[in-house]
């Protein structure tokens, strides 16, 4: 640029230097950027680096001093016999509930993608437990498992499967089934109530995916002679696999991470049979008022995370280099 | 091969025809080209034979047998779509053997198929890669090799080369036609391009608003065009059409018919007065742009020729008595074509 032409933009009126520093990239950026830090490390960096701080103290809710004992708590945390069922819980109530999401995800999403009379009131319908507060869902299980009005047990009594004489065994001859207070049903209780939390959202993304699916490569496939399976096996599931791989991974993280189902449901009982990491942190931590226990059983949850989260971002990378 | 009918073909779309009572054959064999302005229902008709649009009247026949009420898969054809429809997660040769073993080949059979397909077409080399690493054409060719390997009594293709580059279409033009006549199977084939209809086609059947306007081979459609639409959508630039005051007709004529007037021409001759407002030179043709009386009308000749206009002036013009075609005014129908209907 010319030393006039930098006179003349000077003289023009209502133009100053300093009316357009917004505009230079460098400081839009961070400008833009600087709400979204400021969250994160607030209400994620520093809860982190605080509980990392408590799993290897002694600190107690009455003694909020932190005085180091290294990897005591972590030692005391795996000795004891609930943290292996509370493990063990949340890998199987995470990995079975995502893998019966997943066929049933799949099933619904082509369901919907058909062309039938009410299908968006049904897609509303599907997307209802989504959409509604966690807590209030699971009270609603609550009440539907309810040890003597559940009306599940009032159908099962109807059809025969309860009470004396049912086809189910000898278990099931009382006029209830008593859902949370044996430790199977009430892990299959906790299982359900997961698939049906997280069913919905990985509808959506399946159903999102399977409209991706460009039409004339289902028609192709039409005129090369698929017939419906075929389609299904070799097109559309192999094509929606990296779709099915965010939806599982969503599901992985809500469900591992899940507090509030079995602290509403069985507050991990019958006899700590249904405790996950999550739950047995908070009555450890809070309800117990030891602190450093609480947390080093919460950072238990903190590998699994982190590989889900590398998963996603690679995930996401392919998605921008396509 | 086999024979392709549709019979009072119509498909409505909520009340509104996108094909409209359609009559159709093709020839055993032949290249059959339908062309129309985008909305004329050619891909729809297209759609149709295929089985992938049921229709709302009317029926289907392949090869003698009516196939309106069977899917796609049991109508014997194959098809090449404007995207190509490649399966994009297979490899070259899957994607070619996916119909032979959707029917259910044993795998050597299949093996012997894609090489036979991918040889004809010169893709034996990329059998191994996926769509995403080819180019347009070679893509192109793949879905050719698919459309092929089960040997279909009719192939349909919609619009198949629009996704190429200007000079890449014009090869794959003589690559096509080549292909069809040493393969011998009946097509249909869907394009809005006139030049590929032209080049290509045994026959062209023009459409708009969901009717034949005329079927014929490239000749006839050309010079001998049944209403003023046909006239006018094909040739570039197209026909000219003046309003006759005396007939109450209107007058067409190809821009390349329409040349000074010579005082030697003679009684043959129909002589126009005509306005010249601009010249356009394309390098191996001349474009003449003016009016005779308020119709507009465009000239054309070789760019090598000798014709000396001014711009601005008003000279005399001459088409041919027998290069003169009479429209009715209104209608726009052919009145001059010897009691033949489109």
Known sequence: MSAGARVDAATLPGTRQGRYWLDRESVLGPVLLLPAVIYIVALVGIPLVLAVLYSLSDVTIGDQSIDFVGLKNFRDVINNSTFRTALQNTFVFTIVSQAVVLVLANILALVLSADFKGKRLVRFLVLLPWTTPIALGVLGWLWTLDSVYSPIDYVMRQVGLLGVGSPLGPDWF????????????????????????????????????????????????????????????????????????????????????????????????????????????????????????????????????????????????????? | MAVVEVRELSKRFDGVAAVDGIDLASADGEFLVLLGPSGCGKTTLLRMIGGLEPPTSGDVLIGGRVVTALPPRARQIAMVFQSYALYPHMTVYNNIAFPLKAAGLPKSEQARRVDWAAGILGIDAYLDRKPRQLSGGQRQRVALARALVREPTVFLLDEPLSNLDAQRRASARDELQGFQRRVGTTTIYVTHDQVEAMGMGDRIAVMEQGRIRQVGTPHEIYDDPADTFVATFLGSPPMNLIPDVASGELLGFRPEHFIPWQPEMGDDWVRFPYHVHRTEYLGAERLLYGQVGEAKAVARFPANSAIDTEIGSTTEFAVRRNDLKRFHLETGLRLDRNGRRP
């Open chain 1, 174 to 322: 009382g006029t209830n089934s008593l859902w949370l207070a044996y430790p199977d049903r009430a892990r299959l209780s906790v299982l359900i109530v997961h698939v049906w939390r997280t069913l919905p959202l990985a509808t959506v993304i399946l159903l999102a995916g399977l409209t991706a699916i460009p039409q004339d490569v289902k028609d192709a496939a039409n005129v090369d002679g698929a017939g419906f399976f075929r389609q299904l096996f070799a097109i559309r599931i192999p094509l929606l696999v990296p779709i099915m791989m965010v939806a599982v991974l969503y599901g992985i993280v809500f469900t591992f991470t899940d507090l509030i189902v079995v602290f509403i449901l069985t507050r991990g009982g019958p006899f700590d049979s249904t405790q996950v990491l999550a739950t047995w942190a908070y009555f450890k931590g809070i309800e117990g008022g030891s602190l450093g226990q609480g947390a080093a059983i919460a950072l238990f949850l903190f590998p699994v995370l982190v590989g889900v989260a590398a998963l996603m971002l690679r995930i996401a990378k392919r998605a921008e280099t396509v």
